[in-house]
């Protein structure tokens, strides 16, 4: 631990900001330049953990350069990467200042954003306050950490960034709270209070290496708190792949310190059921939304409802970052076994008393792909007999029929019932299909022939884990336009224009996306964006979306209250 007589500060400056450097010299001079725009009197200690790029040279050309600035640089250089949590302590060494901060390179300060940071940690009782970090299309990225049990493990917990994704303006996230753990992304601390803690662990490598700091302080008696006024946009891990590289260790380390010393911010219980802590973060609520019976009679949902799902949205992307990662081991994407040479894809149908229709479009176009090493799966989700006698009447080795016992529940709000119907047949799937890699295809309309080819042509190629392509879609009767563009975007992306690893089978389509106002299969697209998904764009057209028979049916492109399958169109 640090000899507190040996701490000399300057209190010329109002704290020492201590950012770590390895590598991404141009997000390290857009960080600089928002810092000389705040012109906040700091001294910025820039910790270079062995770069091999220009960020050596720039770091010194800011500490010699004259500037009319109340901002002044130091330069600290290791000749290898000593990790985060080493360069923010040998920072904090060498800071003049009372009140040290941390700050990720790969951030930019919005003006005014030190004030308040400043103004919480004078209260005697905080030792560490974190701020308001927002995406670059300014939603949430941080508004403080939760610790949730894990209902995989009675023994664990995770720790996840509580309503990430939310507006900035929404109220929930414009509190200044308590929380147990804030990110050290940008994290003020007192100085002394962080060398009592026995400063970062280093037996961490870029990662929790803060949640364990602020649990030391919390376990002394002192508050950690988030600061909404405190706004700094966070190009999230953009600093490169060293922030995943000992995840599992991290993770393993940080539960065998804490499990039973900490009580969760969140409980899951097995039907959904949450319980929040007494801190005031939100309400205790029940997450079920469907009944026994299976009836439902939202017309919209609620914002408490859409919240809480955001919540467990949030948890679930933490929980399959780290999955992905163990997945992939030393490799870049989570192929399986046979993945590299002839994998067999399966192509998976949901259908619901569809008719001869499947049959005619879905399941045909399935069969006849010149990519040959395809299995058809088809779930029904309970369909009535002349669907299943259809399907049934199918003669091909490669094709299969599943029929679930009893339908899922759905929403009744046919709005919501539209958003994810099929979504439990399409989870079933993922458990029964035998491929590595999955092709979705409504149950109503087609695969172009060289579909499945050309999606995992294009995959094995460029290595990657998802991939999508245009579409052709009827708008109306008879009227078609062209979708699909290089770019994820909500109402452009048809729900079997999509082929991905079966590796992401862990991944489940969420049947309570309609909370959060999406589609399922957006949502779960959406979902594998945010987990780290390596994914890709094809720019050819490889799937044909008809305009359901309901649609035309009302005219006016409503959906009514009969049963659909889910898709991605608006």
Not at 286 to 307: C, I, K, N, W
Not at 339 to 354: E, G, Q, W
Request: one cysteine or more; proline letters at 5%; aromatic letters at 6%.
């Amino acid at each position: 631990m640090m000899n507190m007589d040996e701490l000399g500060t300057n209190e010329a400056h109002s704290c020492s900001i201590v950012i770590p450097l390895f590598n991404q010299v141009g997000l390290t001079r857009a960080c600089v330049e928002s810092l000389i725009i705040a012109n906040d009197p700091v001294e910025v200690l820039l910790v270079d953990n062995g770069s091999t790029d220009e960020t050596a040279e720039y770091c010194q050309a800011l500490t010699h350069a004259p500037r009319e600035s109340r901002t002044t640089f130091v330069s600290i250089r290791n000749d290898e990467n000593l990790g985060f949590a080493a360069a923010c302590n040998q920072g904090a060494r060498a800071a003049n200042s009372e009140r040290v901060l941390f700050l990720n390179n790969d951030t930019e300060v919005d003006p005014g954003w030190l004030e308040p940071l400043l103004t919480t940690l004078a209260h005697p009782e905080v030792a560490a306050v974190g701020a308001k970090l927002l995406y670059p299309d300014r939603t949430i990225q941080h508004a403080g950490v939760v610790i949730t049990n894990d209902p995989t493990n009675p023994k664990g917990f995770l720790a996840s960034h509580w309503l990430a994704g939310v507006p900035s303006d929404h109220p929930l996230v414009n509190e200044r709270r308590e929380f147990q753990a804030v990110t050290a992304a940008c994290m003020l601390v007192e100085r002394r209070c962080f060398f009592e803690a026995g400063e970062f662990d280093t037996s961490f490598w870029n990662g929790f290496e803060d949640i364990d700091l602020c649990l030391k302080l919390r376990e002394v008696g002192l508050k950690v708190m988030y600061e909404p006024n405190s706004v700094v946009i966070h190009h999230e891990s953009a600093s490169g792949p060293e922030r995943f590289a000992r995840a599992d260790a991290n993770t393993r380390i940080l539960v065998e310190r804490w499990a039973g010393r900490i009580e969760p911010d969140v409980l899951i219980g097995p039907h959904g059921h949450v319980t929040m802590s007494p801190r005031g973060l939100t309400a205790d609520i029940d997450l079920g939304d469907v009944q026994a019976t299976g009836s439902e009679s939202h017309t919209a949902a609620s914002p408490e409802l859409r919240d809480r799902e955001r919540m467990l949205e949030q948890i679930d992307t933490t929980q399959h970052q780290q999955r992905l990662l163990r997945q992939r081991g030393n490799s870049d994407v989570c192929w399986l076994e046979g993945d590299k040479s002839n994998p067999l894809v399966t192509i998976r149908i949901a259908t619901y008393n569809r008719g001869d229709l499947v049959v005619e479009r879905a399941i045909e176009s399935a069969l006849n792909q010149t990519y040959e090493n395809v299995e058809v799966l088809v779930i029904g989700d309970h369909c009535d007999g002349a669907t299943r006698t259809a399907v049934q009447g199918v003669n091909d080795p490669r094709f299969r029929f599943v029929q679930l016992p009893t339908q899922g529940l759905y929403p009744s709000d046919s709005r919501h019932r539209w958003m994810v119907a099929g979504g439990h047949p399409m989870i079933t799937a993922l458990d029964l299909a035998r491929g590595s890699w999955l092709a979705p295809c409504d149950d109503d309309d087609e695969l172009t022939p060289d579909h499945v080819e050309v999606l995992l042509g294009a995959a094995k190629d460029r290595r990657l884990e998802m991939v999508w392509s245009k579409a052709q879609c009827e708008v109306t009767s008879g009227k078609w336009i062209e979708i699909g563009g290089d770019r994820l975007i909500h109402g452009t992306v048809s729900h079997g224009s999509v082929m991905y690893s079966l590796g992401l089978r862990r991944i489940l389509p969420n049947v309570r996306a309609w909370r959060l106002d999406e589609p399922g299969d957006w949502n779960l697209w959406r979902r594998m964006r945010d987990i780290g998904v390596r994914m890709g764009f094809v720019d050819q057209m490889t799937y044909v979306h008809y305009v359901e028979a309901i649609r035309r049916d009302t005219g006016d492109g409503s959906p009514s209250g009969a049963r659909i399958s889910s898709e991605v169109f608006a």
